[in-house]
């Protein structure tokens, strides 16, 4: 599976952001996430959603103000960024997962990975 992710940007802080990832081939059977990577550090998860229930899964620094959704007739993944600050500044990655474990937070379980989206938050 190819992913790639979009939607990125310059955004003041409080501001709201909408990624894309949209993927080469159908999703449906894949469960979905999102991870960051900060300048010096180390990869790390911010939203899953189960591949048919919808069922979502949050780091405890982006719940209620991030949403991850998907649309499995268009084969993409959504992440809906809201209340932004400067601590989410960010390459944003898409990635697809066929373990039951993908809600861990670990990225171990992810495969297909997207170029990735930059996101920055100005103060």
């Known amino acids: 599976v190819q992913l790639q992710a979009s939607g990125g940007g310059l955004v003041q802080a409080g501001g709201s952001l909408r990624l894309s990832c949209a993927a080469s081939?159908?999703?449906?059977?894949?469960?979905m996430g999102w991870f960051r990577q900060a300048p010096g550090k180390e990869r790390e998860f911010v939203a899953a959603i189960h591949r048919s229930d919808g069922a979502t899964y949050y780091s405890d620094s982006v719940k209620g103000r991030f949403t991850i959704s998907r649309s499995n007739i268009k084969n993409t993944v959504y992440l809906q960024m809201s209340s932004l600050k400067p601590g989410d500044t960010a390459i944003y990655y898409c990635?697809?997962?066929?373990?039951?474990?993908?809600?861990?937070?670990?990225?171990?379980?992810?495969?297909?990975w997207g170029q990735g989206t930059l996101v920055t938050v100005s103060s």
């Open positions: 081939t159908r999703i449906h059977n894949y469960h």
């Open positions: 990635a697809t997962s066929s373990n039951v474990q993908y809600y861990s937070g670990s990225d171990s379980f992810y495969k297909s």
